[in-house]
């Protein structure tokens, strides 16, 4: 079963930026909506964003305007780019095919000092 790999996490302070990735390998990527989901302390994993094949995006009221996922097919890699970051963006972020049953990856973890 698949299993991705994210990175691209930090310490960084609040108002600042951050990029994540996320590849994964043995599946034709192109054909899986991809998501970004984070957990933050002491709370259930929750969705942040997604991208279908084609491209076209979804994003959480919480992080609309602020955060944008892409992808680029040819490298299986889904990215988020994390522009004006706040200490409640704080948690650890996976990303999951919302088209097949991955198992979840390790994740990378996102720390905001205010």
């Known amino acids: 079963q698949v299993q991705p790999v994210e990175s691209g996490g930090g310490l960084v302070q609040a108002g600042g930026s951050l990029r994540l990735s996320c590849t994964a390998s043995?599946?034709?990527?192109?054909?899986?909506?991809m998501g970004w989901f984070r957990q933050a302390p002491g709370k259930q994993r929750a969705w942040v964003a997604d991208i279908t094949g084609g491209g076209r995006t979804n994003y959480a009221d919480s992080v609309k305007g602020r955060f944008t996922i892409s992808r680029d097919n040819a490298k299986n890699t889904v990215y988020l780019q994390m522009n004006s970051l706040k200490p409640d963006d704080t948690g650890v972020y996976y990303c999951q095919s919302l088209s097949a049953a991955w198992h979840w990856g390790q994740g990378t973890q996102v720390t905001v000092s205010a």
């Open positions: 043995g599946i034709i990527f192109s054909l899986n909506t």
